[in-house]
Every structure is written in C-alpha cells, then in structure tokens.
C-alpha cells in the first residue's frame, strides 16, 4: 500500500487545473528550489521551511521585530544558573493532525530522533550545539540537558528544523515520513509531488498558536505550493496568475512589477552573513595581508549593487549582515573604494606590471587569482563584475563555476584564492561556522587562538550585552584581517499579488506565516 502513495496525489493535479482564476480561501506560492528532500529534521533547504513552518509548532517562537522569545509549545520555560538544563512547561490540548496527543514524551522522542545518528540530519542535529539528552519529569514538564552551555539553543527551538512532528506518524512511515508528514501547525500537510507541487489544508481546530501569530486559526483553506526553478519563469507566473506569491524575484523584474497596481514586492532583509568572497590566506599571494587589502580597497561594492541588483540590497561592509543581532556598525569604516590606495598596497608588496602588458607580476610571476564560484546567486556574475574592476589595478582573475559539492571540496581543501559564499541565521554565533579555526567554512583558512576563543565564549555566555561585545570583536578582526570582501546583505524579493494580504516573515526573513494570510476572488 505504502508504494500507492506515491501515486494517488498525481490524480489531483489534473483536478487541480492549472492558471484559472482561483476562489478566495486559495493561494499559490511558488517555491524557487526543488529540494531533494523536505524532512526538517533530515534537510536543510531553506526552501523546505517555506511550507512547512506551517505544518510544525515549534517549543518557542521568536518576535522578528524585538528579538524576543515568546511562548510556542511551551507555555514558559526556566534555564539553570549554569545554563546546562532547559526546563519546558507544556501547553495542554495541543493535538497532532493525526490526533496524537502533544506532551513531553512526543518532546524526547523528536529530539532523540533529530539526534540519532541512524538519522543522518544535515542540520537540524548540529542546531542543538552540545545536546546530551531529554528528561521527561511528568506528562506535560520536559528538560533538555547540555553537556555545556549554548547561547543559540532557544534560537534554534524555534525553528521549523526543530518543530514537533507526530511520533505515531513518524514510526508509521519511517523512510516515507516525508511524504506523510504530521505536525501541530495551522495548516496540515495533504499531498507531495517531489518536484511538483505540495498541498497544505487549514487546520479548523487551531487555537494553540504563538502570541506572535494575529489569528487563532488560518484564514486561507488551502495553499498550493509549486516549484519555479528557472528565474525568468517567476515574474511571467504572477503576471499570468500562475501564482500567487513568488520568492526570490529577480532584481529587473521588481521595478515593473511595482509599477503594476495588481502586484507589489515586499522585500524582506535575511539575517545571517553577507554574500562574501572568502580570501584563501595561506595560499600566496593572498598569504600577504597587503594583497588581500588592495583587493578590498580595489572592489567598488556600490557598482556592484548598482549592476546587478539595482540597488535592491544594501552594500555589505562585514561578514555579518545589518539585520543580524549583533551587526556591528564600525565594519563600514572600513575599506572604502580607493584605487590609488589599492595600487599603493601592491607596489609595496612588490607587485610592479614590469613588462606592460597590464597585469602586475613579481619575480616573473603574474598576479594572476584563482576564484572559483556557485550558479547560483548572480554569483557569475558578480565574478565577471570583479573581475573586470580588479583588471584595472593589474589584477589578472581566472574564474570557474563548479557546483555546490565541488565548491564544498575546494573550499574545505584550500584549492583557491577567492571563493564566495552566505548563510541565513538569526543568531550571530553563525560566524563561528567561517571564522574558528576548525569551522567546516574556514574557507579564508584562518588560525587565529584568540577569536576562536571569542566565539567559543559567546556560545556559552547567556549575557546578550556580553554576546554582542564579543561578535563586535569577531567582525572588527575578520576586516583588520581582510579575510573576506564583502559584497551584498541578502534581500529576498517577494512578488506579492494585490489579492494576498497579510503576508508575514519569521525572524529569519524566508518563513512566512501564512496563518495571518487572506486572499480576495482573482
């Protein structure tokens, strides 16, 4: 029976229909990545948290305008003095779509599972820091225990990766959990098409929601979720009425789409870091720090921007972008645009054009860098752009674009000069995944003992004041060191149509709350 499955959601495609007009209480949201798989506690696409943050509840929830946690599953929760034990209160009444009854021991039994090394999770495991185990004290009391404090841990409770899933459901389906999913949320999980399209229903017996949330239960009956992979589908699927919200508009599209009195872009700021260029410091002539300035005061970010993104996202000055807790503002004092400062450092580096043919060299070797970049992002792009700035100091560039796990390879083995990467993540100890010595994005291949001690700190102080102060230190050394080139904070370009009111975003800026979300008649 289980291989039916697979089969019965393809009938209602055909009764679906494709882009006529649609009743109120029915949405299409286009979906720009076709995720090899959407199990949260297994994947880590970001695009699989976009339908399914409202399939899940999640212990605590996180207020996108002040930063505070908030009541979720748990109704309130206690912290050790030595920040080793979490104490969550439940909420009673809180029932699974499969009518599972939520309490503690559907708490452990998720945690055990997200943890199990038989599960193979790529990111929901590495969210829970130094997890040693789950305590149930009575039928609705649970306590998390640490093997040392973790700042971020409240942070990453409140994310879809770590959301509640049905223990009934999850033992039914084992392998195929993915496609039967069962959570707690406002809408509950009805059909999946892999590349296709997935389907949400309300959930009429809603009323456990966060304080965040405005409304008890959903406002819309179902929202469609279809996958628009090649950008220059996205825009003409609004303007057809294909879809009804798209992320991730391309930068051209979003002027003329808000000239448009049927649609609107709401741009959401992504915390996290910026997109940057991560400089290979062990490998010459980026060993040099004189080099690795030039490049930085040699690098017109605004022309960037201006280009490509048509001043959609703002300029980034540090590894951490402006909507992160704990951005620190001094990083845009450094390395303004300044040729002549750039030429300056690599004449004193001993980097002449001896021979005239406009790229500098040093003991016959040409000043030729290697960078190797991703498909996506306008990642090409913004290589060629570089590329052709850094030429006019003398600067030779060889680019390639390779895949994500090519550029995973490269990067992990030093096998570049330049290379480019970004991660969305509302708490800053994200920088630790770049900047500590033994950081799996140590792409710069930088040692430095006492920023690892820096961020180690930070995870484990609970202090906000404290945190801050030492992410500031972080972000100040990163640039002292010209370790990477920062180059845009990510915006993420919703085309919205008129029709779709009341559309929301978590605190990382991709999730949106669709309890809130209204649709007028097309």
């Known amino acids: 029976m289980r291989r039916l499955s697979l089969l019965l959601p393809i009938v209602s495609i055909l009764l679906l229909g494709g882009c006529g007009p649609r009743p109120s209480g029915r949405i299409v949201y286009g979906l720009t990545l076709a995720p090899s798989g959407i199990d949260p506690?297994?994947?880590?696409?970001?695009?699989?948290?976009?339908?399914?943050?409202?399939?899940?509840?999640t212990l605590v929830y996180q207020n996108p305008e002040t930063g505070e946690f908030v009541p979720g599953l748990a109704e309130r929760w206690e912290v050790?003095?030595?920040?080793?034990?979490?104490?969550?209160?439940?909420?009673?009444?809180?029932?699974?779509?499969?009518?599972?009854?939520?309490?503690?021991?559907?708490?452990?039994?998720?945690?055990?599972?997200?943890?199990?090394?038989?599960?193979?999770?790529?990111?929901?495991?590495?969210?829970?820091?130094?997890?040693?185990?789950t305590e149930v004290v009575d039928a609705y009391t649970v306590r998390?225990?640490?093997?040392?404090?973790?700042?971020?841990?409240?942070?990453?409770?409140?994310q879809v990766y770590l959301g509640m899933a049905s223990p009934a459901a999850v033992e039914q389906w084992e392998d195929e959990y993915q496609l039967h999913q069962v959570g707690t949320g406002p809408f509950m999980f009805a059909e999946y098409v892999p590349g296709d399209h997935l389907l949400l229903r309300r959930n009429p017996d809603y009323d456990w929601g966060p304080p965040v949330y405005r409304h008890?239960?959903?406002?819309?009956?179902?929202?469609?979720?279809?996958?628009f992979t090649d950008p220059a589908t996205r825009s003409p699927a609004l303007e057809t009425g294909e879809a009804d919200v798209m992320g991730e508009i391309p930068p051209q599209d979003a002027a003329r789409l808000e000239e448009s009195a049927d649609f609107r872009i709401e741009a959401v700021a992504l915390p996290g870091t910026s997109l940057m260029l991560l400089m290979n410091t062990t490998r010459e002539p980026l060993d040099d720090i004189r080099v690795r300035q030039a490049l930085l005061y040699g690098t017109d970010?605004?022309?960037?921007?201006?280009?490509?993104?048509?001043?959609?996202?703002?300029?980034?000055?540090?590894?951490?972008?402006?909507?992160?807790f704990g951005y620190d503002p001094a990083v845009q004092g450094y390395y303004p645009y300044d040729p002549a400062q750039?030429?300056?450092?690599?004449?004193?580096?001993?980097?002449?054009?001896?021979?005239?043919d406009g790229v500098r060299d040093r003991d016959g070797e040409p000043l030729v860098l290697e960078m190797v970049l991703m498909g996506w992002g306008y990642m090409p792009e913004i290589g060629q752009l570089l590329a052709a700035q850094w030429a006019e100091l003398?600067?030779?560039?060889?680019?390639?674009?390779?895949?994500?796990?090519?550029?995973?390879?490269?990067?992990?083995?030093?096998?570049?000069?330049?290379?480019?990467?970004?991660?969305s993540g509302s708490d800053p100890d994200i920088l630790r995944?770049?900047?500590?010595?033994?950081?799996?994005?140590?792409?710069?291949?930088?040692?430095?003992?006492?920023?690892?001690?820096?961020?180690?700190?930070?995870?484990?102080?609970?202090?906000?004041?404290?945190?801050?102060?030492?992410?500031?230190?972080?972000?100040?050394?990163?640039?002292?060191?010209?370790?990477?080139?920062?180059?845009?904070d990510y915006v993420n370009l919703n085309g919205v149509s008129n029709r779709v009111q009341g559309l929301r975003f978590d605190a990382r800026g991709w999730f949106p709350w669709l309890i809130d979300a209204t649709a007028g008649e097309e």
Request: aromatic letters at 10%.
């Open 41 to 57: 506690h297994v994947n880590a696409s970001s695009e699989l948290g976009i339908p399914l943050t409202s399939v899940y509840d």
């Open 80 to 133: 050790s003095d030595d920040g080793l034990v979490y104490t969550f209160y439940l909420k009673r009444g809180v029932t699974f779509h499969d009518g599972t009854p939520f309490n503690a021991e559907a708490v452990r039994f998720n945690l055990e599972r997200i943890t199990s090394p038989d599960l193979a999770s790529q990111k929901a495991r590495f969210m829970l820091g130094p997890y040693e185990r």
């Open 144 to 158: 998390i225990l640490l093997s040392e404090p973790f700042a971020p841990l409240l942070d990453s409770l409140s």
């Open 216 to 227: 008890e239960t959903a406002q819309l009956d179902e929202i469609e979720f279809r996958f």
């Open 301 to 324: 970010r605004a022309a960037v921007i201006s280009t490509i993104f048509r001043d959609t996202s703002p300029v980034a000055y540090g590894p951490l972008t402006a909507a992160t």
């Open 342 to 356: 750039a030429a300056a450092l690599l004449e004193g580096a001993g980097w002449t054009d001896s021979d005239g």
């Open 394 to 423: 003398g600067v030779g560039v060889e680019s390639r674009v390779v895949s994500y796990p090519e550029a995973l390879e490269v990067g992990g083995e030093g096998r570049h000069h330049l290379i480019p990467f970004s991660l």
């Open 433 to 488: 995944k770049f900047f500590h010595s033994q950081a799996s994005f140590n792409w710069s291949k930088v040692a430095d003992a006492e920023m690892d001690e820096w961020l180690e700190t930070a995870a484990r102080v609970s202090d906000p004041d404290r945190r801050i102060e030492l992410y500031s230190q972080v972000q100040r050394r990163v640039m002292e060191k010209a370790l990477v080139i920062p180059i845009r």
